[in-house]
């Protein structure tokens, strides 16, 4: 059972850049898909994006594409999540995930088997 520690969370400016770690233990992190979610108060975690096993694949959501990137060093097993040009609306605690049994439903909170505990992000205008 892999356990998973967010840091790196804080309070930004908009257009200003901020980069989450995802450190994973008890498990080997190449063996897993990684995911970030996010969730603003009053609504549901939203997926971020994902990459893949060995780091070469990624997908995003639209409303981060272009902005965000994540990356990976299986040999830490640490995934990051590079934010750069931040939004207000980007304010939310933001969550690693990690996916043992990949079906594809990258974008779906189910697919992942194990979560952290969050970290704040907050962009202020």
């Known amino acids: 059972q892999v356990q998973l520690v967010e840091s790196g969370g804080g309070l930004v400016q908009a257009g200003g850049s901020l980069r989450l770690s995802c450190a994973a233990s008890g498990g080997t992190l190449s063996n897993y898909v990684m995911g970030w979610f996010r969730q603003a108060p009053g609504k549901e975690r939203e997926f971020v994006g994902y990459?893949?096993?060995?780091?070469?694949?990624?997908g995003y959501a639209d409303s981060v594409k272009g902005r965000f990137a994540i990356s990976r060093d299986n040999a830490k097993n640490t995934v990051w999540l590079q934010m750069n040009s931040l939004k207000p609306e980007d304010t939310a605690v933001y969550y690693c995930?990690?996916?043992?049994?990949?079906?594809?439903?990258?974008?779906?909170?189910?697919?992942?088997?194990?979560w952290g505990q969050g970290t704040q992000v907050t962009v202020s205008s």
């Open positions: 995930a990690a996916d043992r049994y990949w079906t594809g439903r990258y974008y779906d909170t189910r697919e992942y088997d194990y």
């Open positions: 990459n893949g096993r060995s780091g070469a694949n990624t």
